[in-house]
């Protein structure tokens, strides 16, 4: 379990060496993730202003607007950082309406990845998580022989660098890494959803990094205000208490908060900062 030291500040992605703490572009695009942000500009700051304390992995796909976060990220840091990794993931497509449609056939896969590579402005994609849908936020059991294949094959052909992959059982990782590396799996996990306990140790033993999404959400009004009485006597914020939590968890946990705001943004990274005692780590775990 978690110790109360000072976690360690980076982590080996695909060769790379990234801060823990990166950033989710998601919330850039309009409400529901579709459509242009209200405010462009701010968005484009917000990007910037995440380079600039330290953020060199962004997570991305070119569903998310479609297409709004990745020419945003093109518009405010093309040409990019020499050490900026950027995840993007294939696997759904979105509707008129908004909706989100499964997209994981081969063609849409191949389709997805030239999508990525043109917004992005691009010659090859640094890292694309094939996402299971699943149970919308949770894994189900199924084969993904066929979109591997696809994407193992576009990584031959240069247009992909590393594979990842999103909403996936420890079963689907085995069955994926027999036919091409595996470097990250981003599944739901947080201080009170823990149902992939087994599957991040699993994943820090091969030396391949455990990306949470949703790192808080679900909690029930008691969690809460546990949460914010701890927060509270380490001078924190909830938000902060939470991330620090999950850097503590495991050594491979790369973190992706998402935010349009500024001062959210700002908050997220110093959640770095938070050196959790064995006690405190202890009544958070007891939060489960």
């Known amino acids: 379990m978690p110790q109360s030291n000072r976690p360690t500040s980076t982590y080996q992605l695909a060769g790379r060496t990234v801060n823990r703490i990166g950033y989710g572009a998601m919330q850039l695009a309009g409400p529901g993730v579709f459509g242009p942000p209200r405010d462009r500009d701010a968005a484009i700051a917000v990007l910037r202003e995440a380079v600039s304390l330290g953020v060199n992995h962004i997570d991305t796909s070119d569903y998310y607007g479609p297409h709004v976060t990745n020419q945003l990220i093109r518009e405010a840091l093309h040409p990019y950082p020499d050490d900026l990794v950027i995840v993007t993931k294939l696997g759904a497509r979105r ?160 973190l992706i908060p998402g935010t349009s705001s500024l001062r959210h943004l700002r908050e997220n990274m110093l959640a770095a900062e938070c050196v959790l005692t064995n006690a405190l780590l202890t009544e958070l775990n007891a939060m489960d």
């Not at 999508?115 to 949770?138: C, E, P």
């Not at 306990?197 to 990094?209: F, R, W």
């Not at 808080?216 to 001078?235: C, H, N, R």
């Open 95 to 254: 509707g008129d309406d908004a909706s989100w449609i499964p997209a994981l056939e081969p063609e849409d896969i191949r389709r997805g990845v030239h999508d990525n590579l043109r917004n992005l402005g691009v010659d090859a994609l640094d890292i694309v998580n094939l996402r299971s849908m699943g149970d919308i936020h949770a894994p189900a059991e199924g084969s993904l022989e066929k979109q591997m294949t696809e994407l193992a094959e576009l990584q031959r052909q240069g247009l992909v660098r590393h594979i990842g992959l999103s909403n996936v059982t420890s079963a689907q990782v085995a069955e994926a890494q027999r036919i091409a590396p595996i470097v990250c799996v981003q599944n739901q996990y947080n201080l009170v959803q823990r149902a992939d306990d087994a599957l991040v140790d699993e994943l820090a033993a091969k030396g391949i990094a455990y990306v949470p999404f949703f790192p808080l959400g679900g909690f029930t009004p008691i969690q809460s205000t546990v949460l914010s009485d701890i927060a509270g006597t380490i001078g924190a914020t909830p938000m902060q208490v939470a991330l620090a939590w999950l850097l503590h968890r495991a050594p491979n946990v790369l």
